[in-house]
Structures are given as structure tokens and as C-alpha cells.
């Protein structure tokens, strides 16, 4: 098993650029969800999904979009990249519905300039 | 310690001692917490984790507390050893639809 794949591991977008940050999972697990990571603030949600064709909002959903049609993938897309958005973002996946014992992939560092 | 949502503070440890890290949590309803290691250029990854009706749970040399009462959650490890280095974070459960606060962090530095 791979785990939780996330690609790629580093981009450089300028203002306005929009682009899709992969995530796909082979444990079968149900419930995937993305954060991002900057400095001082830990991790905070940006969308989950607790199944094929189901995504809701999380703490920080602005400017990003998701969609889960098939239960191994989870793509992230940034519409219109701006300089806020420069962060490390973690797709995570878990078993339970829940969210309980979230695997996480290894993060994808993105600057936005 | 840390808090949900605060600073990333530092907790400096010898090679053998044991560590506790602090966690305040925010939410009273709160019903799952876990503790998560981040190593430098990695995901984070699991610990251990506690239900609410637990105050306590052991693992491979590590120990989760649960204080309800004063809403405190804290990680001990036994032995602290120089892989135990990282950022551990503590998360707790806000919703039933599985969503999790994390705190900020706290950098562990073992030194020999």
C-alpha cells in the first residue's frame, strides 16, 4: 500500500494562475480531507469528504474547490491562485467516517507570487 | 504547553528523560483528541489517540492524559530518545462529521 499520495510535492504559481493539487489513497478509506499548514497556526481544514459524491466546507474554504467522484481520489483546485494561498497543504485520509486516525500524505509546498 | 490556535512553543529535553507536552482544548463537546508527530518535510503522523470517556491511554512508551474538568490534554514519552525530536500537535474532535482543531504545536528538541 501506498498510503496517501499526494502530487506534486512543490509549485510556483504567479497571481490569478489556477491549478489542481492531486490526492489519491489506496486503503479504501471513506473519509479524506485537505488542510493547510502555516507557520504559528497548525493545520486548519479547507474541505472534507466523507464519501464519493459528498465534499463539505471546513474552516477555511475560500478560493478553493474539491470534488470526490471516485472514493480513492480528492483533488484540490485553487481557481485563481493568490498570495494568501502560499502554504503546505496535507491530504488526509481515514477509515472511520469519522475522521478518526487520519493518515496524511506528505504535503505539497506552494508559493504563490 | 500549547493551546488550539496559538503559539508554537519549545520544550528542550536531555536524551532519556521523559517529555510531557500540554494541550488546552477549546471545546467542551469535544469528543475524540489526538496527538500527532511532524517530522521536518513530512506529514504529520499518528500517536495515540483518547475518547472523552477515557482519562487515560497507554501506548509504545508514550502516555495520553485527559483532564475534562480544566479541558487539558497532555502527551507523555518515556525515555525520550533523539527520533523523538519533531513538532507534536494535539487535535480534538468538534463534530460528528470528523472535523479536527489543532493546536499550533510544540517543537521538541532532544538533546544528548
Known amino acids: 500500500n501506498a498510503g496517501v499520495t499526494q502530487t506534486p510535492k512543490f509549485q510556483v504559481l504567479k497571481t490569478g494562475q489556477s491549478m489542481t493539487l492531486q490526492c489519491a489513497q489506496d486503503m479504501n478509506h471513506e473519509y479524506m480531507s485537505w488542510y493547510r499548514q502555516d507557520p504559528g497556526m497548525g493545520l486548519r481544514l479547507i474541505h472534507y469528504?466523507?464519501?464519493?459524491?459528498?465534499?463539505d466546507q471546513g474552516e477555511v474554504p475560500n478560493g478553493y474547490n474539491v470534488s470526490r467522484s471516485t472514493t480513492e481520489d480528492f483533488p484540490l483546485r485553487l481557481l485563481s491562485a493568490a498570495p494568501s494561498q502560499t502554504s503546505v497543504y496535507f491530504c488526509?485520509?481515514?477509515?472511520?467516517?469519522?475522521?478518526?486516525?487520519?493518515?496524511f500524505g506528505s504535503g505539497t509546498q506552494l508559493s504563490v507570487l | 504547553g500549547e493551546s488550539v490556535g496559538l503559539h508554537l512553543p519549545t520544550l528542550s529535553v536531555q536524551e532519556g528523560d521523559n517529555s510531557i507536552i500540554n494541550c488546552a482544548y477549546s471545546n467542551s463537546a469535544s469528543d475524540y483528541f489526538i496527538w500527532y508527530k511532524q517530522e521536518s518535510g513530512k506529514g504529520p503522523q499518528f500517536i495515540i489517540d483518547i475518547r472523552s470517556n477515557m482519562d487515560k491511554r497507554q501506548g509504545q512508551r508514550v502516555t495520553v492524559l485527559l483532564n475534562k474538568t480544566v479541558k487539558h490534554l497532555s502527551l507523555q514519552i518515556a525515555a525520550t530518545q533523539p527520533g523523538d525530536s519533531a513538532v507534536y500537535f494535539c487535535a480534538e474532535r468538534t463534530d460528528s462529521w470528523g472535523k479536527l482543531q489543532f493546536g499550533a504545536g510544540t517543537q521538541v528538541v532532544v538533546t544528548p
Open positions: 469528504s466523507v464519501g464519493a459524491g459528498i465534499t
Open positions: 488526509a485520509s481515514s477509515r472511520d467516517q469519522a475522521g478518526e486516525k487520519l493518515f
